[in-house]
């Protein structure tokens, strides 16, 4: 029997369609949907793996509980009764701030998972929520917070219509772009050009992107916000005013030129790297494009002044006036979004870490004093560990103590498809479904995309697995104390019935003094997330309003557009995201301004001339579990120290052989790559090596262990966000 499906793929940010062959049951081959809306056949190696992921043996299938040092196989009521009375001993002697919960990145690739976790957090009642946006993208969530009103309010450029193009630390052609989904983002640039465009790319490596760009420019590590703000410095001479569609829209853009006047491109030219007159010019080309992005990512969010970078990348857009135009950086408007959103002014600290008293930002502490909480002797101090989706003994600071802490803990459990480096530590661990039988929609990343669509895909393989959803809520249900025996479906057919009725009672709700018990009727009887799905759809901008608009939205009629809906390029509506209590742009926020003083002090000191460690992304290397697939792993090896031959003939290394890398935090020793594509005095270590530990069941990810690059990250953090300081480490190199 041979079928077809159509499904995105759920590996990273860009969501391309995949088109899936089907042979009696298994995956013949997967090939890029040359039909769908957005990627139109364009596919990356990492989206071709699903089948493999789906048959690999190393995958767990059953839970497993740890026993002796070792793990066992174990029946799902065997694994629940564990957790809950183990969970009940800790938090009945200890409080419910003993236990912890860390959220890898691939939660946000999976609905049901967005829509069981808040349920499960509040259900846990413990302050010490951690995940993956403290070690990748939280200063944009507060920058944006502190400009919009809202940290999911972050404007992505306008890539098929910009003419320029300003990117800093963000390597697309490789990554596929990131808070920005673009898929075939690469296809897109060249088109840019195509058009009589141009893009700048500004990074200390010359990456697959930099070569391709009009101009690459080798900033030094952590520089960005430097730069950025001597652009802003550098236009505001020629530019006083702000554009019409702006200028009622904007409080504080009189104090920027006062704010901005430490920041000259001379004054920065030594502390960036980047000479006075290239800044000049990049301000120049920038202000005078007909239409302009300012465009920031990762390598400008993991270093000491992140926030301030990311504020300044928007800071940008809007004096140049290409915020909230075609060709800019403009606001998404994913279809499971109302019309309305309600105006809550963002804030920060609700709560503080015990120990370092860093302060709560959308929710969570940042994932770099999760150590300290767990070593930290005293009342809340962390005894029990949660993680769902990720692997931060490899993926956040200082990952020796960090392993140290896990072995402390009195009892850990982990929701994972594989033992690795973080779940070897697991007391029990809880498998959920391989990709190919779960449904998928983007919740999370709709809301970064460079156009307004909607996919949805059915999973391609049925399964009589627990699927993630459920393992969630009967988590929840462990935690809320009404035991491990708990109907899954009870649970949530309470929480969907208490949303309908929330909103019905909205007096902007569309359905408003609609009958709760039609609209959980009309739902039908789908699994669970996919009823919480289409009712968010059939309530959203788009949706059909549960009859009241005919033609519109509902999960049905994705259902019958298997390769999406597009909705159309993106479209002004500032007025609509706003959401700070003045309802204008804040464009001089406090917490911003007050650390400047941090950044002009840096400026003034200059660097100290040692050599500064930068991490890198791979093309065939999404997140480290990834890294268990031989056709992506196999070849020459990539986890390499990156060095420039001048740095090379001072070290004294030799390409191919090991050298010693050191930082305050500790050593790695690992090959040496000499190569003329990075800045000198710059190294670099891709981030999300370093398996084959003892416990551990990744065989191919054990083959090409690589190191962990982690070991040499201190803490450090940038301190208005809590974000880790991954990019910008001092270290000594020399040969091994």
Known sequence: MERTAFRTCPLCEASCGLEIEIVDQRVKRIRGD??????????????????????????????????????????????????A??????????GRDAAAVYLGNPNAHQFENSLALRPLIKAMATKNVFSASSVDQLPKHVSAGLMFGHPLSIPVPDLDRTDYLLMLGANPYESNGSLCTAPDFPGRLERLQERGGKFVVVDPRRTKTAAKADRWIAINPGADAAFLLAIA????????????????????????????????????????????????AVAKELAKAER????????????AFGTTASWAVDVLNVITGNLDRAGGAMFPYPSHIGSQRARRPFVMGRWHGRVSGRPEIIGELPVASLIEEMVTPGEGQVRMLLTLAGNPALTTPNSAAFEEALEGLDFMVSVDVYLNETSRHADVVLPPPSALERSHYDLAFTGFSVRDYADYSPPVFETEAASEFEILVRLAAIFSGFGPEADPDLLAAGALTSAIQAEVQRGDSPISGRDPTEILEALGDRPWPERNLDFLLRIGNRGDHFGAV??????????????????????????????TASGRIELTPEAIISDLPRLAQAVAQGRNGGAMLVGRRQLRSANSWTHNVEVLMKGRERCTLEVHPDDAERWGLVHGEKALVASAAG?????????????????????????????????????????????????????????????????TVGPA
């Open 667 to 731: 050593k790695v020793e690992v090959p040496v790559e000499i190569t003329a594509d990075i800045r000198p005095g710059v190294v670099s270590i891709p981030y999300g090596w370093g398996h084959g530990r003892l416990g551990s069941a990744m065989k191919v990810a054990a083959a090409y262990a690589g190191v962990n690059v982690n070991f040499l990250s201190d803490g450090s953090i940038d301190p208005i966000s809590g974000n880790a300081v991954l990019n910008g480490i001092p270290v």
């Open 85 to 94: 009375d183990r969970w009940g001993q800790i938090t009945d002697q200890y």
């Open 233 to 280: 410095n550098a236009i505001l001479e020629e530019r006083p005013a702000l554009a019409d569609h702006l200028r009622h829209r904007v409080d504080g853009f009189d104090a920027l030129p006062d704010l901005v006047a430490p920041f000259t491109p001379e004054a920065t030219a030594a502390f960036t790297g980047v000479d006075a007159a290239v800044t000049r």
């Open 292 to 303: 302009a992005a300012v465009y920031g990512r990762i390598g400008t969010h993991t270093v």
């Open 550 to 579: 005919p033609d519109g939205l509902t999960l049905q009629k994705l259902e019958g557009n298997p390769h999406g809906i597009d909705f159309g390029p993106l479209l002004p509506r500032l007025d609509q995201v706003l959401a």
């Open 34 to 83: 040359r039909s769908h809306v957005m990627s139109a056949g364009f596919i990356c190696p990492k989206g071709s793996t699903l089948k493999q992921l789906y048959e690999d043996p190393d995958r767990l299938r059953t839970p497993v509980i740890k026993e002796d040092g070792h793990h066992r196989p174990a029946s799902w009521e065997e694994a629940y009764a564990l957790i």
